[in-house]
């Protein structure tokens, strides 16, 4: 969910600042022992157990405390247990999204009816570093009709969702996966631009909400020697967590001078995970 939990694993991810969930204790940065530690491994169970479903999940966790009570189980134990359990390679899970600091990242291409009215074929790249399960949503009036989970892959795929009366199709549409970006997950079924979300004006700040195109807005005033005052409107995209792009622009005017001023920049960053820079910033002012 937009919870406190994941947009505290979104600032250093997105700015590849966050670090694997099984390190030890003295290896965290101090707000990576908060936000990996007690956060990112409370999300990424709570994304296992969706993956597998209640009663599945369930088992697993009582075969494991029946087999290892009183006893001292290592990490590699409760890996056996769940996965002799419930059947399933979960490597995923316990390699990549435990061991390592790899990000999920999935995208919605395109869709297309299928010409017999059994489904929706949905084109899903994946963007991010881990092939993971993750789920598609047919929607209607942002009430979630049917839900299906798909193993993961690498690359580029076409999969099936099955026919409903969806205005929109979604990934991961309950919000348990901890994807770097949800900004790609969703489609609509009919209308021109179906993948840019509605545009939303709000006031001074806001949390991300990967469901609405969201702008800022926050009245300003500035002076000079020239200028005199000059009372304008600051128009910005990002506030938390930041994006890659992001933008400020402030539209004043020169009450003495009665002619259009201001101010703006535009900018372009990129989180380089490997090399000695940690910023690259492209950007006009």
């Known amino acids: 969910s937009r919870s406190l939990a994941y947009i505290s694993y979104l600032i250093n991810a997105r700015r590849n600042l966050s670090q694997p969930i099984d390190l030890p204790a003295d290896e965290y940065t101090p707000y990576n022992y908060a936000a990996i530690v007690y956060m990112k491994t409370a999300m990424v169970f709570k994304y296992l157990k969706a993956y597998l479903g209640d009663e599945i999940f369930d088992k697993c966790m009582k075969t494991y405390y029946e087999t290892w009570k009183f006893k001292h189980p290592m990490p590699e ?35 297309k009816e299928d010409k017999n009215n059994i489904g929706f074929l949905i084109t899903v790249k994946n963007n991010g570093e881990i092939t993971c399960p993750f789920s598609i949503s047919g929607i209607n009036k942002d009430s979630i009709i049917k839900t299906q989970w798909y193993e993961g892959f690498a690359a580029t795929q076409t999969v099936m969702l099955p026919y409903g009366n969806y205005d ?77 792009f992001d933008f400020t622009l402030v539209p004043m005017y020169s009450i003495a001078m009665k002619s259009l001023t201001g101010t703006g920049n535009i900018n372009y960053t990129w989180h380089p995970d490997k090399g000695i820079f940690q910023d690259i910033n492209l950007g006009i002012a």
């Open 77 to 111: 134990d409760i890996k056996e247990v769940i996965e002799r359990t419930c059947g399933k390679n979960l490597d995923w899970f316990f390699i990549d999204l435990l061991k390592t600091d790899k990000k999920i990242d999935y995208k919605i291409c395109k869709e």
């Open 168 to 244: 929109k199709i979604k990934i991961d549409a309950d919000e348990i996966i901890p994807e770097i970006n949800r900004r790609n997950n969703t489609i609509r079924t009919n209308g021109l631009l179906k993948k840019v979300e509605p545009i939303q004006l709000k006031f001074l700040a806001g949390i991300e909400n990967p469901d609405r195109t969201q702008l800022y807005w926050t009245p300003v005033v500035g002076w000079n020697d020239y200028n005199k005052w000059m009372p304008g409107l600051a128009l910005y995209n990002t506030f938390i967590p930041e994006k890659n």
